[in-house]
Structure formats: structure tokens, C-alpha cells
């Protein structure tokens, strides 16, 4: 199954399956990751830089700001949502996301 | 490989567009093919529609440009009434109405909640009235920016209005350069003052005089790659070339060319021509340029006028930005009017059209503060005009709170916002208004609001920048700014340094408030605020001033950004009225 996944508007949102489904402005949770000191990320997205399907994931790499601690950076790979039986649905913003190398390795 | 723009632009763009458009309009928003909205939306920027933000779908924001700023006698009105029918959203803005305007800092004009079934009707008013939406935004030559009062100014030094004309006939529509990788921003100025921001723009004339064959000429130098988004503000770079008056449309189309070809358009984040500059630097730049694009020999730079620049400039005693009465070369005098975060409801815009053709000429330009102009007033309406009751709401004498505010468009449409911006601003200039003392002298200070990164307020270049953030408060997330301090333009401008770091909305009146006690306090004498900043080091800065809550309340600290408008009584995403059909009904959900 191939599926349309983009950002658009200079990484403002996440297009999936030709529909607006992820926007900027949203704090993520981040654990196991590197982008800042904290163990728990408290990242600021300001833009979508990268976007990839990794069934059933639907994945991008942000760019953005730790809150807690004013880091700036882009993020690894985490999930923004999952593609299942032909329906998006998004991972709450609010729960804390597990991230995935560049690479592709397990981050941790 | 092309990024996916590149893909769609390849299949359709620019003037084609058209066709496709009209015939959506004809036959409804449902007509466009679902899995085809993403390229379509991409592709009408071009004519000047942004699909709005998530939310409010199947409205758009509309965007006329305006070289110059300049409204001929008689386009105000006609700007007036396609607003008043056409731009009325399912709810009111309850600062600016139901339908209202927008000047922007690109002297342009938007419109909101513009349907397209509307686009073609809307369009043959516009265009039989002289005014076109064509390459508002999109990948090309965007509106041409200049000195408002360019052609009526005693200040002038070169007459930049027949330039800056002569370029929009020249590139707007013109097939050469109407896809280029990315946003095209020119400025052409003639005046001493520096108000034409070419420095922030991708491509900038500014006045200068030259000996060529034993003459001397006035005309201009050139300097390339400025621009504001994404944390990496550029000032322009002086590229060592005169230009005469009668050569700007050949050295523009050399220089667009050269973006044309050797701009980034795999990477749409490392498109625009500042990138290329910070990669090839101004000398490859002009030997790229007079070897491949050029048929004459370029001359080197002239000598310029910044040393007498006051535009935003630092200084105190002349304010350079248009805002009051001044008089024009022949005679007649211009009435610049403070319009505060360049919104306008709609009964106000056309009182001020019947001002202008009243008492003026009717025409009415717009400035890069978010300001309206009228000009060609005889010295003897002068007193009347002043009396007009719609000038105590805009008025030619601001105070500095409010002639100093800008905001951008922020959440209230904006897809790339974090944050609500403009009646924000309209409520911390009218707090500061009422609550902080400026300190003596300084009758010039300047709050410029963005709502995001891409800086489209231009906060770098402000005495105070504030940028989009959130924060916690509580555990809770709410709207905040990172907030810079002593930035501005004139002979050396220089962008702000950002301070303090996710102040939460509420506190940063606050903070302006101790920053400005603070600066009063230690100020050195008659020390303007940029020199203030200028002359302390970071940590010096960080330790100047704390946030503060005050009684200033702000009605959007919640995540405006997750309603579908962040007004209205029920403005949660599941309440949208949206998409809808043309008489406003919403279209259900088919999945
Ligand atoms: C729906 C509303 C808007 C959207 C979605 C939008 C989008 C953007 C984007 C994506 C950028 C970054 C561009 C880049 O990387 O080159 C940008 C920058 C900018 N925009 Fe807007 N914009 C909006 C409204 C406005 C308004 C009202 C103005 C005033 C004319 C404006 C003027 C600017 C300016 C001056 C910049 C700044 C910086 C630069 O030159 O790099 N935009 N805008
Ligand atoms: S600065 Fe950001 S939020 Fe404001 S109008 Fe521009 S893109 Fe939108
Ligand atoms: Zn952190």
C-alpha cells in the first residue's frame, strides 16, 4: 500500500494521505533520545524537516526546543501517528515517544 | 532529487494556474480531487491565495500585491468593497469585525476567509480596478518594496517609483523567472532615510552616485541575500555594483537568473539566495553574475547614503517612518497614519478611501510598519483632515507604544504559527500604554510580534523582538515568546539578541516594563536604547530585567493553535464549521 506522506508549508504540518494531520506547535515527550540533557524532553515542534513511513508508523524527524532546558536542534526519527487500515491516528502529543536513529538504529 | 514542490511546479505553475483555478471556482470547493488538494494549494500561492490553517478548510487568505504600497485613486474603495463581500468568515474577530484588512510589512494587503467559488468575480473586480493578486506568494518575484513615499518625498535622492514600477511590469507574469526555487523579495529605494529595508530583502536598490564617463550619476548599489525566517537572519551583501536607474531591470533579471539556476531546489529549507551567498560570497556572486548573466560591464559600487539613514535606525529626534504630516516637493503635504498591527475593519477602510479622495488626490499608500499614507493634501485641508474623527483611531501622532507595534497574522490563520499575535499586540500596546513611563527622549520604540520562525513581523530588527514559544506554566502548556532585545536597521543595522527565553505570554508586559525601568536607570545620558544593548554583554542583558505577571490578562494563553478559530464560543477543533460549501454550509465528513 503506498501511502502520500509530506510536510508542506516549510515543515508547518504533516500531510498524510492527501489530509492535514500533524501541525507545529505541539510540546512532545522524548525519552531515550539525544537531543538535549534531559532525561525527559520536553520539545517545542517548530517544524516537520523530514518526514518517512515505516509501517505502520508515520514518522518525522522535528525541528524544535527543549522547554525544560532550551536546547534547539532537529530530533531524531519518532512516531507522529500510525497508518492502519486505511485510517490516521495520531500519537497524543502528550505521551512520551521512544525515537529511532537516523540511521535507523534503536536509539537508547 | 527535487523536493515535491519542484514535482508539482514541474506540471503546472505559474500563469497556467489560472485556468484550473477558474474552473474549480465554477464548479466548488468539492470539485478540487481530494488526493490532488496538497498540489493545487501549493500551486495557487502563486496567484495569492494560502489555503488557511487547519480548521478552515476551504477558506483561503488572499493576498493583493501592491508595489510600492501604492494605491492609485480610486483602488482603496475597490479594496474596501471585495472585502466587505467577500471576506467575511463564520465568525467575527472581536477586535476587527467580520470583515476587516491587513496591510502587511511587505506593503501588500490581505484578505481572509475568501472562498473560491469567489476567486474569478473577486479577481475581475480587482484586476478592472488596476490590482492583481498574481505572484503574491509562490516561488518568484514577490511585491516590490520601497520608500511608501517614493516620487513625492524631499528626502529623495533617485525617484525610485518608475524603477519599482517598471520592474513589476517587467517580472510579474513574465514566464523567464516565473518559477524560481523559491520566494523572490525585492526593495528599491531612492530616499536618505533607509526605509526601504532593502537589507532583509533578497534583492536591494539603494541609493548612491557614481562618476561614470566624467558625469555624475544617481542610481544605485546593489546588495543580495538578505532575509529573516528560520533562525538564520541574513543582512543583504553589498555585491560591489552601480546600477543606473535605467539598467535596474537588466541587473534584476541577471540576478534572478542566477537564483534561477544555481538556487538549491532539492532542499526547500536551503532555497532561498541568502544560502547560496553564505556558500559562494559576494565576490564569486558578482563573477557569476557579470560572466554568465550580464552583456555590459558592471560598474563597481557607488557611494552610498547610509551614514544619513534613520529609518529604525537607533537614534532619537527623527523617526524616518512616514507616520505624521510632512511635506511633498510640490507643495501638497502626506498624512502618514499609525494603523496599529495593520488591521483595519472594513467601515474604517472605507472612510479612510472618501478621506483621501476628499481631501487628498485619493490615492493612499501603504508602509513596512503595517501604516496607511494619504498623500497630495493642499496645505489648506491640512486642519480639516487632522479633524476627521476617523484620525483619533489612526492617528498621525501615535504614541510610541503604538506606533511601535507590529504583529504578523499568527494562529488566528497561520498553519506555521505557535502562537496568537495580533490582538495580542493590540492588548500589550495598549497596556504599555497605560502602564510604562518611556523613559525622556525616547519617542521612538519598537514591539515587533511573530508568531513563528519565519518572522514575518521582522522581530530581529526591532528594539524589542518577540518570537513564538511555548511554555509550562503549572505543568500546564501555554503560549510564550523568546523575546531579543536591540535590534533595528540605518547605516549599521544589527539584529536583536535574544535574552530572555520562553516568557510566558502573560509576563512579557511585564517584562518590557522592568526592561525599560532598567534602562532608565542606567542609562548614560541621553543613550538610546539600541546603544544601551549594544554596549552590555550577554549575561549583563539576561540579569537586566525578570518577567513579571501584572494586571494585564491575556485571553490566549491556551493553545490557540488547537482550535479551529481561536475566537470563537465554541472553538474546539470537533466544533469547525468547516470545509464548507459556498453558502457556508459544512460539508460532512465522509469517512
Ligand atoms: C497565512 C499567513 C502567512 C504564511 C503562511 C506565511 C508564510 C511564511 C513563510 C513560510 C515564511 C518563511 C519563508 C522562507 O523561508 O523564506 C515567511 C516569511 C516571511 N513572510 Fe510570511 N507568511 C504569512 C503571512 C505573512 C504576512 C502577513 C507578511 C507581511 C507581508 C509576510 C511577510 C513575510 C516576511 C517579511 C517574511 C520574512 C522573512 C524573510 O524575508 O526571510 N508573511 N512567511
Ligand atoms: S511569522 Fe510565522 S506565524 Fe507569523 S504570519 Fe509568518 S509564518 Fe505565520
Ligand atoms: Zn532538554
Known amino acids: 500500500m503506498a501511502i502520500s506522506v509530506h510536510q508542506l508549508d516549510d515543515g508547518a504540518w504533516i500531510s498524510v494521505d492527501d489530509a492535514r494531520r500533524v501541525s507545529v506547535g505541539e510540546l512532545r515527550r522524548l525519552a531515550r533520545h539525544d537531543f538535549c540533557g534531559c532525561a525527559l524532553a520536553d520539545v517545542l515542534v517548530e517544524g516537520f524537516v523530514e518526514v518517512g513511513v515505516d509501517p505502520p508508523d508515520i514518522e518525522a524527524r522535528v525541528a524544535g526546543q527543549c522547554i525544560a532546558c532550551g536546547e534547539s536542534g532537529v530530533t531524531d526519527w519518532l512516531a507522529v501517528g500510525r497508518w492502519l487500515d486505511g485510517e490516521f491516528y495520531p500519537v497524543a502529543p502528550e505521551s512520551v515517544h521512544l525515537l529511532r536513529r537516523s540511521d535507523g538504529s534503536p536509539t537508547g | ?591
Open chain 2, 1 to 591: 532529487m527535487p523536493s515535491k514542490v519542484e514535482g508539482w511546479k514541474d506540471e503546472v505553475y505559474g500563469a497556467e494556474i489560472r485556468e484550473r483555478l477558474f474552473e474549480f471556482a465554477e464548479e466548488g470547493w468539492e470539485s478540487i480531487p481530494e488526493d490532488e488538494h496538497d498540489a493545487w494549494f501549493e500551486r495557487f500561492k502563486w496567484w495569492g491565495l494560502y489555503h488557511q490553517r487547519d480548521g478552515q478548510e476551504s477558506y483561503f487568505m488572499m493576498r493583493i500585491g501592491t508595489p510600492n504600497g501604492v494605491l492609485k485613486p480610486g483602488q482603496l474603495r475597490t479594496v474596501a468593497e471585495v472585502a466587505d463581500e467577500y471576506a467575511r468568515g463564520p465568525v467575527d474577530n472581536p477586535e476587527f469585525g467580520g470583515a476587516y484588512c491587513d496591510w502587511t510589512t511587505r506593503q501588500s494587503i490581505q484578505l481572509h476567509w475568501i472562498r473560491i467559488e469567489d476567486v474569478p468575480d473577486i479577481f475581475e473586480k480587482l484586476e478592472s480596478a488596476g490590482l492583481s493578486t498574481i505572484q503574491a506568494c509562490g516561488d518568484s518575484w514577490r511585491n516590490i518594496v520601497g520608500c511608501p513615499v517614493a516620487g513625492k518625498d524631499t528626502h529623495e535622492y533617485v525617484d525610485a517609483w518608475p524603477v519599482a514600477e517598471e520592474l513589476h511590469e517587467e517580472f510579474k507574469g513574465n514566464e523567464l523567472y516565473e518559477n524560481l526555487p523559491r520566494k523572490w523579495k525585492v526593495s528599491v529605494t531612492g530616499c536618505d532615510e533607509g526605509c526601504g529595508q532593502g537589507d532583509i530583502n533578497d534583492l536591494a536598490f539603494e541609493p548612491a552616485r557614481k562618476e561614470l564617463d566624467g558625469e555624475q550619476v544617481r542610481g544605485f548599489n546593489v546588495r543580495v541575500g538578505g532575509g529573516l525566517s528560520r533562525k538564520e537572519p541574513r543582512f543583504a551583501k553589498d555585491i560591489d555594483v552601480f546600477c543606473r536607474p535605467e539598467n535596474a531591470t537588466d541587473v534584476s533579471a541577471g540576478i534572478s537568473a542566477l537564483f534561477r539556476d544555481h538556487g538549491d531546489r532539492d532542499n526547500r529549507f536551503n532555497a532561498r539566495i541568502k544560502f547560496l551567498m553564505d556558500e559562494w560570497g559576494p565576490e564569486k556572486f558578482r563573477a557569476v553574475l557579470q560572466e554568465e548573466y550580464m552583456d555590459y560591464e558592471l560598474p563597481t559600487a557607488g557611494e552610498d547614503l547610509r551614514e544619513d539613514y534613520t529609518y529604525n535606525a537607533g537614534t532619537q529626534g527623527e523617526h524616518g517612518d512616514h507616520v505624521g504630516v510632512h511635506a511633498q516637493p510640490d507643495g501638497n503635504y502626506y498624512i502618514g497614519l499609525d494603523v496599529l498591527v495593520g488591521r483595519m475593519g472594513v467601515e474604517d477602510v472605507y472612510e479612510l478611501a472618501d478621506l483621501a479622495e476628499e481631501y487628498g488626490s485619493g490615492e493612499v499608500r501603504l508602509t513596512q510598519r503595517q501604516n496607511a499614507i494619504v498623500t497630495d493634501v493642499p496645505e489648506e485641508s491640512l486642519d480639516a483632515l487632522l479633524d476627521e474623527p476617523l484620525l483619533e483611531d489612526y492617528s498621525p501622532d501615535p504614541h510610541p507604544f503604538m506606533r511601535g507595534s507590529i504583529a504578523c497574522t499568527g494562529t488566528e490563520f497561520c498553519s506555521l504559527s505557535i502562537v496568537e499575535t495580533k490582538n495580542r499586540q493590540v492588548r500589550y500596546a495598549r497596556w504599555l500604554k497605560d502602564n510604562v513611563e518611556l523613559p525622556a527622549g525616547v519617542e521612538d520604540f519598537h514591539v515587533h510580534l511573530s508568531g513563528c520562525t519565519a518572522s514575518c513581523a521582522q522581530p530581529q530588527i526591532a528594539d524589542v523582538s518577540l518570537r513564538g514559544m511555548k511554555t509550562r506554566k503549572d505543568g500546564e502548556p501555554v503560549e510564550a515568546f523568546d523575546i531579543g532585545l536591540g535590534g533595528g536597521l540605518g547605516e549599521d543595522p544589527h539584529f536583536a539578541d535574544w535574552i530572555a527565553m520562553r516568557v510566558a505570554a502573560d509576563e512579557v508586559p511585564g517584562y518590557i516594563a522592568n526592561v525599560l525601568a532598567a534602562f532608565e536607570d542606567e542609562r548614560e545620558g541621553e543613550e538610546s536604547f539600541r546603544e544601551f544593548v549594544a554596549a552590555r554583554d550577554e549575561e549583563a542583558l539576561e540579569n537586566l530585567a525578570e518577567p513579571a505577571e501584572t494586571d494585564y490578562e491575556d485571553p490566549f494563553m491556551h493553545n490557540t493553535k488547537m482550535t479551529w478559530y481561536p475566537y470563537a464560543d465554541e472553538d474546539g477543533m470537533d466544533a469547525k464549521p468547516t470545509p464548507a460549501r459556498a453558502d457556508g454550509s459544512r460539508i460532512p465528513a465522509d469517512d
